[in-house]
């Protein structure tokens, strides 16, 4: 990163730094830009040039991670069936945020602090949440050359989905306890899910012969 970007990022973080200090004192409703933008001695103008609005600059690191989470799916080995793919996605982001530095650790920490105390920000969340779940619907079709419109992509990335919003709650912010409760949904996962289940439908020869296959439960048959 040159020195231009470091001093972009800089002025980024302490936005963000200012916004949460500022939210968690006077509240997320009764702060304006303006209050920020004097918190880091800047223009209200030097403001918009990083985030559109307040709600932008509180849930930028959700934006972030939602990214990142995207990033991780993609670089993923083609080999991987997609839930395996998008879970080890999510292990490197939680990594990611364990190896976070002290200011890191404390900035992710307001923020889920503010985030969860404020109606209109879970809203955002969930709102940044469902747009990431169709880029990952894209991203897990291309896996299994399906259509994104295709029942299959969109039924895995809701499952994954459903595993994530478990593993983050407003009881559960450190990262190690996140990791720690990701592996336990996950282990829980793979006792309740059919092996195969995220792979592209066998053909109904394929089916039978492995319903005859011995040492195979109905649970390992697909269907």
Known sequence: MGLRERKKQRTRDALIDAALDLFLTRGYEATTVDQIAAE????PRTFFRYFASKEDVALSLTADEQRMLLAELAARPESESPF????????SL?????????????????????????PALLAGTMRLVKENERRLVAEVARRLGADPCDLQPQFIVAVFVSVALACFDERTQDPAVLARRLEDLL????????????LPARSEAGRARLSLSPGLTPRHVLT
């Open 40 to 43: 880091v001695e800047v223009s």
């Open 94 to 118: 939680l990594q990611i945020l364990r190896e976070a530095d002290e200011t890191e650790a404390g900035r992710y920490l307001r923020c889920q602090k503010v985030v969860h105390s404020t």
């Open 187 to 198: 282990a829980l996962a793979e006792r309740s899910l059919c092996p195969g289940w995220d």
């Open 84 to 91: 395996t793919a998008l879970c080890q996605a999510m292990r």
